[in-house]
């Protein structure tokens, strides 16, 4: 039967996000469950993409991704997939109509990667669009549930989200992109002469990007707020630590927040939701 098949298909997918991310695992236990399958096969699609540009250094990573680009609109296209991961990919993309457009400019920001690319504002606006926000309305079309005009309000808020969360990884991993893989993505930014004036000013950035996200998760549908909102505090947490450091610091090291604060945080975030202080 079909359905056993999709049943190891998201299984997959979800076995994907937690040996991955323990964050965004715990964002997503926090959703209501009947979207978890839902959010786990976008994250395990992004995920695999991210790891051929990030991890396959042995192989043709450039044939790699042209031939998931390929496989994932013939998996979409058929409604079925041998490949698990696409397999649960497309069934959430047929079921919510995520559009080829938000697949089509994910999959070309992959390709960016591809290539050692000087950021200007321009390519750093394209990246981020591609690599995080297209990622959350993806996840938005799924909260929002066919309910188009909902979707298109909250669009905005999505988006200034996933940036915020983009920019934080960028922060965080300055270390293993610029010494690891020789990538820089903020534009006009020497990272041979890191300073605290550079890092104030991609901070304001983050900060003007947050305040406005969070106008959007009041908003939510009450099956998604919980979920986002913890992932928004948990990155904000992440965020004030990153602020508390040197420039210099975090050249050298990879920020982390604990898994007992990560718990400690979900329920403070449950505790306000509760009680209506977000």
């Not at 790891?51 to 042995?58: A, G, K, M, Y």
């Not at 397999?87 to 047929?94: A, E, L, T």
């Not at 990007?209 to 505090?233: E, M, Q, S, T, W």
């Amino acid at each position: 039967m079909k359905a056993l098949y999709d049943t190891f298909s998201y299984s997959s997918s979800k076995t994907i996000t937690r040996l991955y991310s323990t964050s965004f695992s715990l964002g997503i236990f926090l959703l209501d469950k009947t979207i978890h399958n839902p959010i786990y096969s976008i994250y395990g699609f992004v995920r695999v993409a991210d790891e051929i540009v990030d991890s396959f250094h042995d192989f043709d990573k450039s044939q790699m991704l042209q031939e998931l680009r390929r496989d994932t609109y013939k998996a979409i296209n058929e409604k079925i997939s041998l490949n698990p991961i696409l397999n649960s990919f497309q069934s959430v993309v047929n079921e919510f109509n995520i559009e080829n457009e938000l697949i089509d400019t994910f999959l070309d920001s992959m390709e960016m990667d591809l290539e050692d690319i000087v950021y200007d504002s321009e390519t750093y606006e394209k990246y981020i669009l591609g690599s995080a926000e297209v990622v959350g309305l993806m996840c938005l079309r799924v909260f929002t549930n066919g309910d188009t005009e909902m979707y298109e309000n909250l669009k905005p808020y999505a988006m200034s989200l996933g940036s915020a969360f983009q920019k934080i990884n960028f922060l965080r991993d300055l270390e293993a992109d610029f010494e690891g893989l020789g990538r820089t993505y903020f534009p006009g930014v020497d990272f041979e002469s890191f300073d605290e004036n550079q890092k104030l000013q991609i901070e304001k950035d983050i900060k003007k990007d947050f305040d406005h996200a969070l106008i959007g998760i009041r908003n939510l549908p009450k099956i998604a707020r919980l979920g986002v909102y913890a992932a928004y505090v948990y990155y904000t947490a992440l965020f004030q630590k990153i602020r508390a450091i040197s420039a210099q610091r975090i050249m050298k090291e990879r920020i982390r927040i604990s898994n007992p604060r990560k718990l400690w945080l979900t329920f403070y975030c449950a505790m306000r939701l509760r009680l209506n202080l977000v």
